[in-house]
């Protein structure tokens, strides 16, 4: 080897190593079962968490208390605490509701590291079948970010059913083809103007990621390509009629497993040595999105003018629909005020969270049943000194209690 | 569906004979074309499936949680077929099918 080809080999070389940033190590991956850990002597503070997260009254039907299904907290690679409750085990799968979004987030990121899709692309590259819709002009990173400008009505119980744009799609006249339902529904901002919470958008996402990876990957990629990876085989992601994913809401899956999801990020998208996100994903999925900074929503006191689309007010700073602590704007403090900066959290409905802590190297899987809150002889949030009146800010910082 | 701010089955009923198409009204907020017995049918015999084939939970559990407003849909398992009817009123019904242990329950 001359000298001149040993430098042409040596600049290569360092040019990688300066592009390519090495996978997080662990001294195990707890792909077949978690290691488990102690909490140190921390009976108080266990005290504190279980007397708030566990305090259920009355009958079951009337859904009263702090409805906790299962909690368990991940520290330095080990279970900590791990506790169920209401009928609950280790071995129950779980529905994730809105977790479902930050899942299929990732599922676009997989496919990303493959070289499958570009959030560039127009999604009509991935879903040919909407080729030449005005649609198409939509990117996947819009969709990515909540912000394909789609009209959408994100409603659930407490509305009307029938203004809900998501109960329409999963249950309603949308159910047989959910994503034709979304793409169907007037695209009301330029995409990526506006950021709108939005199931459908999610929804969409999923159906991209299994588009980019079925080719390759067949019918099951969500599996051979994630979950099998990082022991979550017993995860369920539901599908239409039509066979798309419903990665906006349906997915169930094992507490432990959730937990696995969180340490997949917690790990910058590493599972043992591999790489199954980009890198830069993790640290783009939890930053504020474009979208996000550029318009989150109607946040004015004053009526909006008459005949204008009203948007909610997003309160909580999104990145890839992964929720931030972060201030959304000048002025307004962040969402979780005792919870570290650098937490981010996957949410769903009813009390369902994924929440990572990188800076103290945990993570916090919680499922539940909140959907009733108080009853209305409830004074101050409890009734005859029992909590109901749920704040995921108070669950997490008991857990981090019991983790520091 | 939780009972909050619902007023059960007035409500159903009137919302019995409501619309059956989407509209927008001058605010820009749609109405749907199902109402919300049907909704209310077709949310029992997916959340039923789910619970029972899905999460695996008992029979009681799953009678709590599918619970919603209006209360007034009644659903039935055919545990060997896994499959759920669920109906109101003789004239809405719905079905839920377990698929596989990968792609759960479809309403179909």
Known sequence: MTSRT???????????????????????WPTESWPKGGTNNKATELKALEDYAFTTFGEDRQRYGVRTDGLMIIKGGNIIYERYARGWSANNRHISWSVAKSISSALVGVAANRGLLNLEDSICTSLTQYAGKPICATKVKHFLT?????????????GSYQSSSVISML???????????VLDQHQAFAPGSQFIYSTGDA????????????????????????????????????????????????????LRDYAKF??????????????????????????ISDTFKSNR???????????TIVVPCARTPSGYMWWVNQSPAAEITKPYKDLPDDAYVAIGHWGQ?????????VVVARTGDERNFCPDNAVDGKVDGVNCDFSMNKLMSLALKVAK | MSTRNRSGLGLAVVCMVASTCAVDNPN????????????????????????????????DFCKAWVKASPDVARYSYDPVAKTVEASAFVSWAAHARMVDEKRGCVLE
């Not at chain 1, 040993?6 to 195990?28: E, N």
């Not at chain 1, 969270?353 to 190297?361: E, G, K, Q, T, W």
């Open chain 1, 353 to 361: 969270y994924i929440a990572v802590f990188p800076s103290l190297d």
């Open chain 1, 262 to 287: 969180g340490y997949l990020f917690l790990n910058d998208g590493c599972w043992s040595g591999e790489r199954l996100l980009p890198e830069g994903w993790v640290q783009a999925s939890t930053t």
């Open chain 1, 171 to 181: 249950l309603g006249e949308g159910h047989r083809d959910q994503i034709g339902f």
């Open chain 1, 146 to 158: 909540f912000g394909s400008g789609v009209q959408w009505q994100e409603g659930y119980e407490d």
């Open chain 2, 28 to 59: 820009g907020i749609r109405t749907f074309a199902a109402n919300d017995v049907q909704l209310a049918v077709a949310n029992a015999a997916k959340m039923a499936c789910t619970c029972k084939f899905v999460m695996e939970m008992d029979d």
């Open chain 1, 6 to 28: 040993l430098l042409t080999v040596t600049m290569v070389l360092v040019s990688i190593s300066a592009v390519a940033a090495p996978c997080p190590t662990r001294p195990s």
């Open chain 1, 297 to 307: 929503g109607y946040c004015s006191d004053a009526e909006p003018p008459a005949g």
């Open chain 1, 203 to 254: 929804a969409v996402l999923a159906a991209i990621a299994k588009a980019a990876l079925k080719p390759a990957y067949g019918n099951d990629a969500f599996w051979l390509q994630l979950f099998d990876k990082i022991g979550m085989s017993r995860t369920v992601f539901e599908e239409d009629p039509t066979g798309n994913p419903l990665g906006g809401s349906y997915v169930y899956a094992t």
